[in-house]
């Protein structure tokens, strides 16, 4: 089945309001190709300003989290109602930032999905193993783990009602980038999850985006592969020139 890519860049704690502007006005002004998607998130600061600056561009607003209530006592927290509020179409959840730095676990990642998606945000789920993980040969396992306790009880009529991201944790703001053989593999896998959990046809709708150094010169190789459907971009996004490569990938034969 085609998949409509996409690539999206998350700016993570960077950004002043104006710096933020103005990159993504270089990047709403650049030529995207129609056949594919681009999503911007910004730090919630920038959130209404560049909000402003896609107006009546196809780049769509993200937001880094979300909380599952729609309002109250959750100080620090941001409700799936104000980030519909202020235009926000997806959001990530569950990035490994957070499950490392911040202690999310899968249980509190699920309840975030749950919000995001009854607020009809389309959820970013971000999965993923450490290089602990990986050389012991756990891959595969914590991919299960994750991907079925954060989809718990997640209802989907579509496949684009979510959007599952492949991000090694040992592959993120390091400059090691997955091969594209471990990338397509662990896509597959995940991909055969999803079918597992969800209809055949809901499934194979889904995009499965890779994140972890993805940069101008690996973005054509890894976009090549049949199950990898986009790009989770962290530092390559932050400038204008090399996220706009990036957009415009092309194929390798
Ligand atoms: C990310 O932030 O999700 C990410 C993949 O970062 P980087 O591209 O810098 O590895």
Redesign the pocket.
């Known amino acids: 089945m085609e998949r409509r890519p996409l690539l999206a860049g ?1 700016w ?1 704690m960077h950004t002043t309001i104006a710096e933020a502007e103005a990159l993504a006005r270089a990047i709403a002004q650049t030529a995207i190709p129609a056949d594919r998607d681009v999503m911007l998130a910004p730090p919630f600061t920038a959130l209404a300003a560049v909000g402003r600056v896609l107006a009546g561009s196809p780049v769509l607003l993200g937001a880094q989290n979300v909380c599952w209530e729609e309002k109250g006592a959750f100080t620090g927290e941001i409700s799936p109602a104000m980030l519909q509020d202020v235009g926000c179409r997806q959001v ?1 959840i569950g ?3 957070r499950r490392h730095i911040f202690g999310e676990t899968d249980g509190m990642i699920n309840k975030r999905v749950a919000g995001a998606a009854r607020f009809g945000l389309v959820p970013v789920l ?1 999965i993923g193993e450490t290089l602990e993980e990986r050389e012991s040969g756990q891959t595969f396992q914590v991919l299960e783990r994750q991907l079925r306790n954060g989809l718990l009880d997640i209802k989907l009529a579509s496949g684009k009602e979510l959007v599952v ?1 492949y ?1 090694p944790v040992w ?5 090691k ?1 997955a091969t594209v053989e471990q990338a397509q593999e662990t896509h597959h896998f995940v991909r055969n999850l999803l079918i597992d959990m969800y209809e055949k046809n809901i499934a194979t709708q889904m995009r499965i985006l890779y ?5 101008p010169d690996n973005v054509d190789a890894l976009m090549s592969q049949d199950d990898v459907d986009g ?7 932050l400038k204008a020139d090399s996220f706009c490569s990036i957009i415009n990938f092309k194929k390798s034969a």
């Open positions: 998350n993570k990530i990035h490994s930032e971000c991201a991000e592959a993120i703001g390091t400059g980038t994140g972890g150094s993805v940069n790009a989770l971009v962290g530092g390559a996004a």
